[in-house]
């Protein structure tokens, strides 16, 4: 099976990517906005065809998690995947009858790994930039990410599903990602709040409690959440982000007008 | 159901993390978490594998200073709550 190279990067998380072309192909092509010529220091993703490995039932995304202590597998029949943030490598072995979306998969989960490493975070969240401000919209699957998006045309999303934020000099910043729609090609905004999303009858934005929001944004921190070595710098680095950055509860209904209520509050 | 000979302890899979007085304890599965305040906190950090749930409510009951009645209904119901959430599980009853 011939084989194809590339490299993804992300904020400034480069990973370097290899495996048979028929899976790598597509991607390189809808990610084509993030593929980048081959850079020394990245981490490795290395992807094989093993036809020894039982027929997928299911695909790659519906695989139990395990991550301890920095080394991650995902498990599932016609899968074998392993991903150590000690050696800055990821493996996958996937039976031929696997598709680009598993291994799409495989690379979102060692990029939420490598991303944390690097001082970022990777986060279950809509990326909604408006008046040139990122706006974090997060909340359980069917809290209303993609409703949000949907709403706020015309402004650019930078992802409707999941968002890099990365510190910067002028602060943190929230970069847009592959995993999901994007509308327009804005990269990068400053990171002006964190909105949960609690769909409602009337608009209005609520202080979130403390612990309330930390947890919150560790519940939509995907992988990282699920292993005790990363648990208490994913809290600290939520922490430090939260020192700079407000968050609310976003009540809002199936309109624009939430914009409203957002501006007339964060301006 | 929770009961008082059972004896109880916190679910190792169960994540925690303290943030101003409260814990935050991040449930095995599905990324879901519930806060607790600190005497919910207490109530978890007692549930250590060795005290009944009638001895985590009479410890309660002291350091709390309300009655022993009052502790061990709030107590026997959010320790229900608790062994739905798969928090904590029986490790076994005492039958003495």
């Given at each position: ?27 390189r ?15 490795q ?9 039982s ?35 990821a ?27 690097q ?21 359980n699957s069917?809290?209303?990410?993609t ?7 015309p402004?650019?999303?930078l ?48 202080t ?9 944004l ?15 710098q ?7 982000i939260?020192?700079?950055?407000p ?21 | ?14 994540m ?17 978490y ?5 005497t919910?906190?207490r ?21 709390s ?14 320790a ?13 009853q005492?039958?003495?």
């Open positions: 099976m011939p084989r194809s190279i590339f490299s993804l990067r992300l904020a400034e998380s480069t990973l370097a990517i290899s495996g048979p072309e028929t899976w790598l192909q597509p991607l092509r809808t990610w084509s906005p993030w593929v980048v010529s081959p850079r020394i220091n990245s981490w993703a290395t992807i094989h065809a093993d036809d020894s490995l027929r997928p039932a299911a695909p790659l995304f519906s695989a139990t998690i395990q991550s301890h202590g920095g080394l991650c597998h995902l498990t599932l029949p016609g899968f074998r995947a392993t991903i150590d943030a000690s050696r800055h490598a493996q996958l072995h996937a039976h031929p009858a696997a598709q680009p979306a598993d291994i799409g998969y495989f690379l979102r989960v060692t990029l939420a790994l490598q991303t944390f490493t001082s970022g975070i990777l986060f279950h969240a809509a990326g909604i930039v408006h008046r040139g401000q990122g706006y974090g919209c997060f909340g069917g809290s209303g990410k409703t949000a998006a949907q709403l706020s045309r402004d650019p999303v992802n409707d599903d999941l968002i890099l934020l990365w510190p910067g000099a002028d602060g943190w910043q929230m970069y847009a990602t592959p995993f999901g729609k994007r509308r327009g090609k804005l990269n990068s905004a400053p990171l002006r709040a964190l909105l949960r999303l609690i769909q409602d009858t009337e608009v209005s934005l609520e979130l409690p403390g612990s309330r929001a930390l947890a919150e560790i519940a939509n921190t995907p992988v990282i959440s699920g292993d005790r070595k990363w648990l208490p994913a809290f600290a680095r939520w922490e430090a939260l020192k700079h950055v968050i609310y509860g976003l009540h809002f209904r199936k309109d624009p007008t939430f914009w409203e209520v957002i501006d007339g509050t964060l301006g | 159901m929770a009961r008082w000979d059972d004896v109880l302890a916190v679910n190792p899979e169960v925690t993390h303290v943030n101003d007085g409260e814990l935050i304890v991040i449930l095995p599965k599905g990324g879901k519930i806060v607790l305040n600190p919910g906190a109530v978890l950090k007692l549930a250590d594998g060795t005290r009944t749930l009638r001895d985590v409510a009479q410890v309660i009951a002291q350091e200073g309300v009655t022993p009645q009052r502790a061990e209904s709030d107590i026997l119901k959010f229900q709550m608790l062994v739905e959430r798969g928090v904590l599980i029986s490790v076994k005492e039958t003495g």
